[in-house]
């Protein structure tokens, strides 16, 4: 066989393994993207302190007055982030 078409068989060999690695990765990242938002909102709501038909309640009325799309939320800095930075200001209030 022609040694140029046999180097470039490894090469896009040696690229699909390199693509399906890629992919894994990706699913991976994907899976933990979703999981570090879902544990935001799951803080997030513990954090408010309302019974959980209560919550079911204003979300059901949110949604009746706003429609779907819930307001511009700064994503910036995690639920934990903001938590940490109002904790420090209380503490430094009480001194």
């Known amino acids: 066989m022609n040694p140029r078409v046999e180097r470039i068989s490894a090469e896009i060999d040696k690229l699909r393994e390199k693509i399906a690695g890629n992919q894994t990765r990706l699913r991976e990242l994907e899976r933990l993207k979703t999981e570090l938002e879902n544990n935001d909102i799951i803080a997030a709501v513990r954090g408010v302190d309302i019974a959980p038909d209560e919550l079911a309640a204003f979300m059901r009325m949110f949604k009746a007055q706003h429609g779907s ?27």
């Open 69 to 95: 799309v819930l307001p511009e939320i700064d994503t910036t800095e995690s639920y934990a982030d903001r938590h940490n930075a109002n904790q420090n200001q209380n503490d430094k209030e009480d001194e």
